[in-house]
Structures are given as C-alpha cells and as structure tokens.
C-alpha cells in the first residue's frame, strides 16, 4: 500500500516527523506529523500501518479560534 499525504504529497511510508508512540491491544498507535504540519495517527499491526486519522496541516482555520495569534 502506498499512500500520499492529501496536503503536501509527502509519502505516507516515510514518516517525516514521529510525535509518539503509544501501545494498544492491537500492536501500536503512533503518532506522526507530516512535512505539512497535518498530524497523523497510525496503527501499526501484524498486518501493517494504516493510516486511521488524520489533520489539517498548519495553519488550521478551524484550530485559529483556539490558538494564541503570537
Ligand atoms: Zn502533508
């Protein structure tokens, strides 16, 4: 499976920025952020990565509300 970032085109096999990893039942929930500042989340299992969510990039409109402006 080879999949790109929507926003940026980044290729999805290699991680650009690994944010955290986390351990579940079924293997591994890690946390990645792209080239473009979407943030991703990944489960990793016996049968691989998949990409079960992920962010806007930076800036997020949605997010400007919530954000400092500084
Ligand atoms: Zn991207």
Same mark, same amino acid.
């Given at each position: 499976?080879?999949? +790109? =970032?929507? +926003? =940026?085109?980044?290729? !999805? &096999?290699?991680?650009?920025?690994?944010? &955290?990893? +986390? *351990?579940?039942?079924?293997?591994?929930?890690?946390?990645?952020?792209? *080239? =473009?500042?979407? $943030?991703?989340?990944?489960?990793?299992?016996?049968?691989? $990565?998949?990409?079960? &969510?992920?962010?806007?990039?930076?800036? !997020?409109?949605?997010? $400007?509300? &919530?954000? =400092?402006?500084?």
């Amino acid at each position: 499976m080879t999949t +790109h =970032c929507p +926003h =940026c085109g980044w290729p !999805d &096999s290699q991680p650009f920025s690994v944010l &955290s990893r +986390h *351990a579940t039942a079924a293997g591994m929930t890690v946390w990645v952020r792209c *080239a =473009c500042g979407s $943030a991703q989340i990944r489960e990793v299992g016996p049968g691989g $990565a998949r990409v079960v &969510s992920r962010g806007r990039p930076d800036p !997020d409109p949605d997010a $400007a509300g &919530s954000r =400092c402006p500084t």
